[in-house]
């Protein structure tokens, strides 16, 4: 019998080929995270392991995938029987402030804006700061705090709508308009200031915001002009910072 994680899990599996995912965020996260050549890295929020998989296959050392739903991690898991890759796979909460070893890389790609409060988003910090060697990198996804998109139909032509007011703390649900695609997440919208306040109370340093990018088969696929509206304004955002 199929339960709710199966389906989400199945949907987020989905979603990873999807042109958007594929031509700006693999492709601006990559850029960011640069070579991994026999490091080894926590993907923390891994979800069914898109990253961690694609992590590993880029020639990290080892690999582990944690993420708080027991759905995700058995979907996880399955991939990893089905086609091993060597990835290992935890279930833990990122907000707990508990380091999950000691890696010298750390990725989290859209974990930070799931906090629901100020408190939320700093154990999820500690937690990844505790998680890398001194010197490590973070390489992370969230919600791109400087745009403050308030038409949902904005992002339409990129397959959703984004539901938010764009304020300090606000619910901002993402909803699929894909036929083939249904599902709805509801996150929260944080501040620049707040991201930042909360890494670097976690001893964070050098954060750098990168510059969205769209890989060149996207731009050869869609054109320059198709991707214009959304690089005024990506939902999501790339950043790094050190430990
Ligand atoms: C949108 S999915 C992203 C999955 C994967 N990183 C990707 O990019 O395909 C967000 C994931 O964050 C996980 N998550 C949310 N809050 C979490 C927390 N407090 N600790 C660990 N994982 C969390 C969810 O269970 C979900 O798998």
């Given at each position: 019998m199929i339960n709710q994680y199966d389906v989400l899990a199945k949907i987020t599996e989905a979603t990873a080929e999807a042109p958007l995912r594929k031509h700006f965020e693999e492709f601006t996260f990559f850029q960011a995270l640069g070579d991994i050549t026999g490091r080894s890295v926590l993907d923390v929020?891994?979800?069914?392991g898109v990253y961690s998989r694609r992590i590993k296959q880029r020639g990290a050392g080892r690999v582990v995938g944690v993420d708080s739903s027991e759905g995700m991690i058995a979907y996880a898991r399955h991939l990893e029987h089905q086609a091993p890759l060597g990835i290992e796979y935890v279930v833990q909460d990122?907000?707990?402030?508990?380091?999950l070893g000691v890696f010298d890389v750390v990725t989290a790609t859209?974990?930070?804006?799931?906090?629901?409060s100020i408190q939320q988003m700093q154990g999820m910090c500690a937690t990844l700061r505790r998680s890398l060697a001194p010197g490590g990198r973070l390489v992370s996804i969230c919600l791109n705090p400087d745009a403050r998109v308030t038409e949902p139909a904005y992002y339409r032509p990129y397959g959703f709508e984004l539901r938010s007011r764009?304020?300090?703390?606000d619910e901002a649900k993402l909803v699929s308009v894909l036929p083939e695609m249904p599902f709805s997440v509801t996150a929260w919208y944080w501040s620049r200031r707040t991201y930042e306040a909360a890494l670097q109370s976690a001893g964070f340093r050098d954060i750098v915001w990168c510059a969205p990018e769209i890989a060149p088969e996207g731009l050869a696929a869609f054109g320059a002009e198709h991707w214009q509206d959304y690089l005024r304004a990506p939902h999501a955002a790339v950043f790094t910072c050190t430990a």
């Open positions: 929020a891994c979800g069914t990122a907000a707990s402030g508990r380091a859209y974990l930070l804006h799931y906090a629901s764009g304020q300090e703390g």
